[in-house]
Protein backbone atom coordinates (compact mmCIF):
# COMPACT_ATOMS: atom_id res chain seq x y z
CA UNK A 1 0.00 0.00 0.00
CA UNK A 2 1.22 3.40 -0.38
CA UNK A 3 1.64 6.07 1.95
CA UNK A 4 -0.39 8.67 1.52
CA UNK A 5 1.46 11.71 0.07
CA UNK A 6 2.62 14.56 2.98
CA UNK A 7 -0.26 16.92 3.42
CA UNK A 8 -0.04 19.82 6.27
CA UNK A 9 -2.35 18.87 9.13
CA UNK A 10 -5.17 21.34 10.36
CA UNK A 11 -7.52 21.06 13.79
CA UNK A 12 -10.16 20.11 11.97
CA UNK A 13 -8.49 17.23 9.87
CA UNK A 14 -6.16 15.73 12.27
CA UNK A 15 -8.67 13.47 14.45
CA UNK A 16 -9.42 12.25 11.14
CA UNK A 17 -6.24 11.25 9.77
CA UNK A 18 -4.58 10.26 12.95
CA UNK A 19 -7.41 8.95 14.49
CA UNK A 20 -5.91 5.45 14.63
CA UNK A 21 -2.49 5.64 15.66
CA UNK A 22 -1.96 4.45 19.03
CA UNK A 23 0.81 6.60 20.17
CA UNK A 24 -2.28 9.23 20.42
CA UNK A 25 -5.12 6.37 21.02
CA UNK A 26 -3.87 5.23 23.92
CA UNK A 27 -2.64 8.50 25.66
CA UNK A 28 -5.86 10.45 24.01
CA UNK A 29 -8.34 8.13 24.01
CA UNK A 30 -10.79 7.77 21.05
CA UNK A 31 -10.54 10.78 18.74
CA UNK A 32 -14.10 11.24 18.68
CA UNK A 33 -13.83 12.69 22.06
CA UNK A 34 -10.40 14.80 20.60
CA UNK A 35 -10.28 18.44 20.98
CA UNK A 36 -7.14 19.74 18.78
CA UNK A 37 -6.02 23.18 19.11
CA UNK A 38 -3.30 25.02 16.70
CA UNK A 39 -0.71 27.15 19.02
CA UNK A 40 2.50 27.31 17.12
CA UNK A 41 4.04 30.90 17.46
CA UNK A 42 7.26 29.66 16.43
CA UNK A 43 9.12 31.04 13.04
CA UNK A 44 8.31 27.50 11.61
CA UNK A 45 6.21 25.00 12.19
CA UNK A 46 2.69 23.73 13.33
CA UNK A 47 1.94 22.37 16.50
CA UNK A 48 -1.20 20.87 17.72
CA UNK A 49 -2.55 19.76 21.05
CA UNK A 50 -4.51 16.72 21.33
CA UNK A 51 -6.48 16.35 24.24
CA UNK A 52 -8.90 13.66 24.75
CA UNK A 53 -10.57 11.30 27.42
CA UNK A 54 -7.33 9.73 28.66
CA UNK A 55 -5.09 12.75 28.66
CA UNK A 56 -2.86 15.19 26.11
CA UNK A 57 -0.56 14.68 23.83
CA UNK A 58 1.77 17.16 21.23
CA UNK A 59 2.09 16.51 17.12
CA UNK A 60 4.26 19.22 15.84
CA UNK A 61 4.91 19.17 12.11
CA UNK A 62 6.83 21.18 9.59
CA UNK A 63 5.30 23.06 6.93
CA UNK A 64 7.30 22.92 3.64
CA UNK A 65 7.89 27.01 4.13
CA UNK A 66 9.11 29.61 6.85
CA UNK A 67 5.80 29.79 8.79
CA UNK A 68 7.27 33.51 9.76
CA UNK A 69 7.70 34.74 5.84
CA UNK A 70 5.32 32.55 3.90
CA UNK A 71 5.52 30.05 1.11
CA UNK A 72 7.59 32.52 -1.06
CA UNK A 73 10.27 30.45 1.37
CA UNK A 74 10.35 26.84 0.83
CA UNK A 75 11.76 24.62 3.58
CA UNK A 76 12.52 21.05 3.49
CA UNK A 77 10.17 18.73 5.73
CA UNK A 78 13.09 16.51 6.22
CA UNK A 79 14.15 18.98 8.84
CA UNK A 80 11.63 16.91 11.11
CA UNK A 81 14.13 14.00 10.78
CA UNK A 82 16.63 15.77 12.23
CA UNK A 83 14.89 17.38 15.25
CA UNK A 84 13.65 13.38 15.68
CA UNK A 85 17.09 12.16 15.44
CA UNK A 86 18.64 14.79 17.88
CA UNK A 87 15.12 14.41 20.02
CA UNK A 88 16.42 11.14 21.12
CA UNK A 89 20.02 11.40 20.86
CA UNK A 90 19.46 14.29 23.70
CA UNK A 91 17.01 12.17 25.10
CA UNK A 92 19.60 9.20 25.43
CA UNK A 93 22.52 11.60 26.70
CA UNK A 94 20.52 13.45 29.15
CA UNK A 95 17.61 11.83 30.69
CA UNK A 96 14.28 14.03 30.95
CA UNK A 97 15.69 16.89 29.82
CA UNK A 98 13.71 16.95 26.68
CA UNK A 99 10.19 15.85 25.85
CA UNK A 100 8.98 12.17 25.71
CA UNK A 101 8.44 11.28 21.85
CA UNK A 102 6.19 8.64 21.36
CA UNK A 103 5.83 8.51 16.85
CA UNK A 104 7.74 10.28 14.28
CA UNK A 105 6.09 9.49 10.40
CA UNK A 106 9.01 10.87 8.11
CA UNK A 107 6.63 11.36 5.27
CA UNK A 108 4.01 13.50 7.19
CA UNK A 109 7.00 15.48 8.90
CA UNK A 110 5.92 15.04 12.56
CA UNK A 111 6.39 14.19 15.68
CA UNK A 112 4.23 12.77 18.44
CA UNK A 113 5.48 13.63 21.66
CA UNK A 114 4.88 14.41 25.58
CA UNK A 115 2.20 17.38 25.95
CA UNK A 116 3.82 20.01 28.89
CA UNK A 117 0.57 20.93 30.26
CA UNK A 118 2.32 22.28 33.71
CA UNK A 119 4.46 24.40 31.31
CA UNK A 120 5.19 27.88 29.12
CA UNK A 121 7.57 29.00 27.15
CA UNK A 122 10.84 30.18 29.27
CA UNK A 123 11.00 33.67 27.21
CA UNK A 124 7.29 34.31 28.14
CA UNK A 125 8.27 33.58 32.16
CA UNK A 126 11.20 36.07 32.10
CA UNK A 127 9.50 38.86 30.36
CA UNK A 128 6.90 38.48 33.30
CA UNK A 129 9.80 38.53 35.31
CA UNK A 130 9.39 35.09 36.95
CA UNK A 131 12.27 32.86 38.43
CA UNK A 132 13.28 29.45 38.09
CA UNK A 133 15.15 27.66 40.67
CA UNK A 134 17.99 25.42 39.71
CA UNK A 135 17.40 26.44 35.79
CA UNK A 136 20.44 28.04 35.19
CA UNK A 137 22.29 24.92 36.57
CA UNK A 138 20.02 22.32 34.81
CA UNK A 139 20.54 24.19 31.37
CA UNK A 140 24.53 23.97 32.23
CA UNK A 141 24.52 20.51 32.67
CA UNK A 142 22.33 20.10 29.79
CA UNK A 143 24.90 21.69 27.61
CA UNK A 144 27.75 19.52 29.60
CA UNK A 145 25.97 16.31 28.44
CA UNK A 146 25.15 16.57 25.30
CA UNK A 147 27.87 18.44 24.01
CA UNK A 148 30.41 16.28 25.83
CA UNK A 149 28.46 13.13 25.06
CA UNK A 150 28.02 13.59 21.33
CA UNK A 151 31.64 14.40 20.75
CA UNK A 152 34.56 12.80 19.92
CA UNK A 153 35.49 12.70 23.66
CA UNK A 154 33.28 10.18 24.28
CA UNK A 155 31.51 8.34 21.00
CA UNK A 156 33.42 5.97 18.86
CA UNK A 157 35.21 7.38 16.04
CA UNK A 158 32.83 5.73 13.32
CA UNK A 159 29.68 6.10 15.13
CA UNK A 160 30.68 10.07 15.37
CA UNK A 161 31.41 10.01 11.61
CA UNK A 162 28.56 8.22 10.56
CA UNK A 163 26.65 10.73 12.93
CA UNK A 164 28.24 13.40 11.16
CA UNK A 165 27.42 12.77 7.88
CA UNK A 166 23.49 12.07 8.79
CA UNK A 167 23.17 15.45 10.19
CA UNK A 168 25.22 16.38 7.50
CA UNK A 169 21.85 16.80 5.31
CA UNK A 170 20.79 19.63 7.38
CA UNK A 171 22.06 22.09 5.29
CA UNK A 172 18.92 24.52 4.62
CA UNK A 173 18.46 25.12 8.18
CA UNK A 174 21.97 25.20 8.53
CA UNK A 175 21.97 27.97 5.42
CA UNK A 176 19.54 29.73 7.97
CA UNK A 177 22.03 30.40 10.78
CA UNK A 178 24.75 30.90 8.54
CA UNK A 179 23.19 34.13 7.14
CA UNK A 180 20.50 35.32 9.62
CA UNK A 181 23.26 34.69 12.61
CA UNK A 182 26.74 35.52 10.87
CA UNK A 183 26.23 37.74 7.86
CA UNK A 184 23.18 39.59 7.02
CA UNK A 185 23.17 41.63 10.91
CA UNK A 186 26.51 43.30 8.94
CA UNK A 187 25.16 44.44 5.97
CA UNK A 188 21.93 46.19 4.38
CA UNK A 189 20.48 42.60 4.33
CA UNK A 190 17.00 42.33 2.05
CA UNK A 191 15.01 40.92 5.12
CA UNK A 192 16.71 42.75 7.60
CA UNK A 193 14.32 45.41 10.16
CA UNK A 194 15.37 47.49 12.97
CA UNK A 195 13.70 50.07 15.93
CA UNK A 196 13.54 53.52 14.38
CA UNK A 197 15.86 54.83 16.98
CA UNK A 198 19.12 52.43 16.07
CA UNK A 199 19.85 54.27 13.10
CA UNK A 200 23.36 55.30 14.44
CA UNK A 201 24.20 52.66 16.54
CA UNK A 202 23.60 50.52 13.64
CA UNK A 203 26.09 53.01 11.33
CA UNK A 204 28.68 52.15 13.67
CA UNK A 205 28.87 48.42 14.69
CA UNK A 206 28.35 48.16 10.22
CA UNK A 207 31.77 50.28 10.26
CA UNK A 208 33.50 48.38 12.54
CA UNK A 209 35.62 46.17 10.31
CA UNK A 210 37.16 44.10 12.93
CA UNK A 211 33.52 43.33 14.29
CA UNK A 212 32.59 42.04 10.36
CA UNK A 213 35.83 40.26 10.18
CA UNK A 214 34.96 38.23 13.78
CA UNK A 215 31.31 37.66 12.52
CA UNK A 216 33.30 35.90 9.36
CA UNK A 217 35.84 33.63 11.42
CA UNK A 218 32.81 32.80 13.54
CA UNK A 219 30.89 31.71 10.78
CA UNK A 220 33.54 29.73 9.74
CA UNK A 221 34.21 28.15 12.57
CA UNK A 222 30.46 27.43 12.80
CA UNK A 223 30.64 25.74 9.25
CA UNK A 224 33.99 23.78 9.87
CA UNK A 225 34.30 22.51 12.98
CA UNK A 226 32.25 19.35 13.53
CA UNK A 227 33.15 18.78 17.16
CA UNK A 228 29.52 17.77 18.71
CA UNK A 229 26.02 17.43 18.04
CA UNK A 230 24.75 20.89 18.73
CA UNK A 231 20.89 21.60 19.95
CA UNK A 232 21.58 24.56 16.91
CA UNK A 233 19.19 27.00 18.15
CA UNK A 234 19.48 26.75 22.47
CA UNK A 235 17.62 30.31 22.84
CA UNK A 236 15.08 31.07 25.34
CA UNK A 237 11.55 30.13 23.29
CA UNK A 238 13.66 26.80 22.73
CA UNK A 239 13.15 25.63 27.20
CA UNK A 240 9.92 25.18 28.28
CA UNK A 241 9.49 26.07 32.29
CA UNK A 242 7.25 24.94 34.95
CA UNK A 243 7.08 26.52 38.59
CA UNK A 244 7.35 23.16 40.10
CA UNK A 245 11.15 23.03 38.59
CA UNK A 246 10.35 21.05 35.52
CA UNK A 247 12.55 22.09 32.64
CA UNK A 248 12.88 21.05 28.91
CA UNK A 249 14.65 21.30 26.24
CA UNK A 250 13.10 21.28 22.80
CA UNK A 251 12.70 21.99 19.54
CA UNK A 252 16.33 20.93 17.92
CA UNK A 253 15.44 20.91 14.37
CA UNK A 254 18.55 23.09 13.70
CA UNK A 255 20.87 20.50 14.60
CA UNK A 256 24.12 20.08 13.31
CA UNK A 257 27.61 19.37 14.18
CA UNK A 258 29.64 22.40 15.01
CA UNK A 259 31.52 23.77 17.95
CA UNK A 260 31.13 23.11 21.60
CA UNK A 261 30.90 27.24 22.45
CA UNK A 262 27.68 27.51 20.08
CA UNK A 263 24.74 26.56 22.07
CA UNK A 264 26.14 27.44 25.58
CA UNK A 265 26.93 31.28 23.90
CA UNK A 266 23.63 31.43 22.12
CA UNK A 267 21.88 30.56 25.32
CA UNK A 268 23.91 32.99 27.51
CA UNK A 269 23.03 35.11 25.13
CA UNK A 270 19.60 35.26 25.48
CA UNK A 271 19.77 35.03 29.19
CA UNK A 272 21.28 38.45 28.78
CA UNK A 273 18.75 39.96 26.38
CA UNK A 274 15.97 38.97 29.07
CA UNK A 275 18.49 40.92 31.21
CA UNK A 276 19.32 44.12 29.00
CA UNK A 277 15.53 44.48 27.94
CA UNK A 278 13.92 44.21 31.63
CA UNK A 279 13.94 48.23 31.53
CA UNK A 280 11.62 48.69 28.57
CA UNK A 281 8.97 46.42 30.70
CA UNK A 282 7.12 47.97 33.27
CA UNK A 283 7.85 47.03 36.59
CA UNK A 284 8.98 49.20 39.96
CA UNK A 285 12.61 49.70 39.89
CA UNK A 286 13.50 48.23 43.40
CA UNK A 287 12.06 44.92 41.89
CA UNK A 288 13.21 45.72 38.23
CA UNK A 289 16.70 45.70 40.25
CA UNK A 290 16.39 42.03 41.93
CA UNK A 291 14.83 40.29 39.13
CA UNK A 292 18.13 41.89 37.14
CA UNK A 293 20.07 40.56 39.62
CA UNK A 294 18.38 36.99 39.49
CA UNK A 295 18.70 36.91 35.34
CA UNK A 296 22.65 37.49 36.08
CA UNK A 297 22.68 34.69 38.71
CA UNK A 298 20.89 32.30 36.67
CA UNK A 299 23.53 32.69 33.61
CA UNK A 300 26.54 32.36 36.12
CA UNK A 301 25.21 29.12 37.18
CA UNK A 302 24.56 28.08 33.24
CA UNK A 303 28.33 28.52 32.50
CA UNK A 304 29.33 27.28 36.45
CA UNK A 305 26.99 23.98 36.33
CA UNK A 306 28.39 23.72 32.57
CA UNK A 307 32.00 23.61 33.87
CA UNK A 308 31.37 21.48 36.88
CA UNK A 309 29.61 18.78 34.64
CA UNK A 310 31.65 19.00 31.68
CA UNK A 311 34.33 18.36 33.85
CA UNK A 312 33.31 15.60 35.60
CA UNK A 313 32.60 13.90 32.24
CA UNK A 314 36.42 14.63 31.37
CA UNK A 315 37.45 12.40 34.60
CA UNK A 316 34.61 10.02 34.38
CA UNK A 317 33.53 9.14 30.43
CA UNK A 318 36.68 10.03 28.51
CA UNK A 319 36.35 7.12 26.22
CA UNK A 320 36.18 8.53 22.51
CA UNK A 321 39.53 8.96 20.31
CA UNK A 322 40.37 12.90 21.77
CA UNK A 323 42.63 13.43 25.16
CA UNK A 324 42.84 9.30 25.52
CA UNK A 325 43.20 8.48 29.31
CA UNK A 326 46.40 6.71 28.48
CA UNK A 327 47.97 9.19 26.65
CA UNK A 328 48.17 10.58 30.42
CA UNK A 329 48.17 7.62 32.75
CA UNK A 330 51.17 5.45 31.01
CA UNK A 331 53.79 8.31 32.40
CA UNK A 332 52.22 9.23 35.39
CA UNK A 333 50.86 12.42 34.00
CA UNK A 334 47.62 12.82 35.52
CA UNK A 335 47.88 16.59 35.79
CA UNK A 336 48.43 17.02 32.13
CA UNK A 337 45.24 15.55 31.34
CA UNK A 338 43.88 18.69 34.11
CA UNK A 339 45.71 21.21 32.11
CA UNK A 340 44.36 20.03 28.45
CA UNK A 341 40.89 20.35 30.45
CA UNK A 342 41.63 23.32 31.40
CA UNK A 343 42.33 24.74 28.27
CA UNK A 344 39.18 23.02 26.45
CA UNK A 345 37.09 24.77 28.75
CA UNK A 346 38.51 27.96 27.84
CA UNK A 347 38.45 27.50 24.25
CA UNK A 348 34.88 27.03 24.63
CA UNK A 349 34.31 29.75 26.80
CA UNK A 350 36.25 32.00 23.83
CA UNK A 351 33.86 30.36 21.33
CA UNK A 352 30.94 31.03 23.37
CA UNK A 353 31.62 34.91 23.87
CA UNK A 354 31.46 35.23 20.10
CA UNK A 355 28.44 33.13 19.21
CA UNK A 356 26.57 35.34 22.30
CA UNK A 357 27.37 38.58 20.44
CA UNK A 358 26.39 37.46 16.82
CA UNK A 359 23.51 36.30 18.42
CA UNK A 360 22.71 39.84 20.30
CA UNK A 361 23.25 41.41 17.02
CA UNK A 362 20.68 38.99 15.18
CA UNK A 363 18.08 39.24 17.38
CA UNK A 364 17.99 43.24 17.09
CA UNK A 365 18.98 43.64 13.61
CA UNK A 366 17.91 40.65 11.44
CA UNK A 367 14.99 39.16 10.34
CA UNK A 368 14.11 36.99 13.63
CA UNK A 369 13.48 38.95 16.59
CA UNK A 370 12.94 38.40 20.41
CA UNK A 371 9.30 39.27 22.12
CA UNK A 372 12.02 40.56 25.09
CA UNK A 373 12.76 43.65 23.16
CA UNK A 374 9.78 43.34 20.65
CA UNK A 375 6.87 43.45 23.90
CA UNK A 376 8.65 47.12 24.19
CA UNK A 377 5.53 49.05 23.23
CA UNK A 378 7.33 52.24 23.94
CA UNK A 379 9.48 52.76 20.84
CA UNK A 380 12.37 54.94 22.47
CA UNK A 381 12.75 52.90 25.21
CA UNK A 382 12.99 49.64 23.44
CA UNK A 383 15.43 51.31 20.71
CA UNK A 384 17.40 52.29 24.21
CA UNK A 385 17.31 48.49 25.29
CA UNK A 386 18.06 47.14 22.09
CA UNK A 387 21.22 50.08 21.81
CA UNK A 388 23.19 48.73 25.05
CA UNK A 389 22.15 44.69 23.78
CA UNK A 390 24.07 45.87 20.42
CA UNK A 391 27.10 47.69 22.29
CA UNK A 392 27.18 44.48 24.68
CA UNK A 393 27.41 42.25 21.59
CA UNK A 394 29.65 43.83 19.96
CA UNK A 395 32.17 44.19 23.48
CA UNK A 396 31.56 40.40 23.86
CA UNK A 397 32.81 39.49 20.42
CA UNK A 398 35.92 41.82 20.67
CA UNK A 399 36.64 40.82 24.33
CA UNK A 400 36.75 36.68 22.93
CA UNK A 401 40.68 36.96 24.31
CA UNK A 402 39.80 39.48 27.20
CA UNK A 403 36.87 39.12 29.02
CA UNK A 404 38.21 36.08 30.94
CA UNK A 405 35.30 34.64 32.76
CA UNK A 406 31.57 34.34 33.54
CA UNK A 407 31.98 37.33 36.31
CA UNK A 408 33.94 39.66 33.62
CA UNK A 409 31.10 39.19 31.54
CA UNK A 410 28.57 40.20 33.77
CA UNK A 411 30.12 43.13 35.44
CA UNK A 412 29.89 44.31 31.33
CA UNK A 413 26.51 43.24 31.23
CA UNK A 414 26.11 45.48 34.34
CA UNK A 415 28.12 48.61 33.06
CA UNK A 416 26.78 48.34 29.67
CA UNK A 417 23.01 47.93 30.91
CA UNK A 418 22.54 51.30 32.25
CA UNK A 419 25.05 53.98 30.20
C1 LIG B 1 13.60 31.88 9.29
S1 LIG B 1 13.81 31.14 10.80
C2 LIG B 1 14.37 32.36 11.85
C3 LIG B 1 14.83 31.87 13.16
O1 LIG B 1 13.80 31.14 13.80
C4 LIG B 1 14.33 29.98 14.41
O2 LIG B 1 13.84 29.83 15.69
C5 LIG B 1 15.82 30.16 14.38
O3 LIG B 1 16.28 30.86 15.51
C6 LIG B 1 16.00 30.92 13.14
O4 LIG B 1 17.25 31.58 13.06
MG1 LIG C 1 12.49 26.75 17.17
Redo the contacts with the bound molecule.
Sequence with gaps: MTKPAYEALTPRTLPQRLGTLPALTDRVGPPDGWDVTEVGD???NLVFIVRGDAGAAVVKQALPY?R??GES?P?PLKRSFFEYHALIREEARDPGAVPEVFHFDEDQALIVMEYLDRHIILRQGLIQARRYDGLGRMLGRFCARTLFRGSDLSMKAPEKKADVALFCGNVE?CD??EN??FSDPYFDAEMNRHTAGLDAAVARLRADLALKVAAQELKLDFTTRAETLLHG?L?T??VMVADDGDYRVI?P??AFYGPMGFDIGMLISNFLMAYMSQPGHESEPGDRATYQDWLLAATDDIWSAFAEAFSRLWHEERRGILYQATLYEDQGHHQAADVALARRLDAIWRDALGFCGVEMH?RIL???HNADFETISDEARRATCEARALALGTAAIHGRDSISDMGALLELARRTGTE
Excluded: C, K, M, P
Aim: proline content about 0%; charged content about 15%.
Design positions: GNLVLVWLLITLIDHGSDEFRGLA
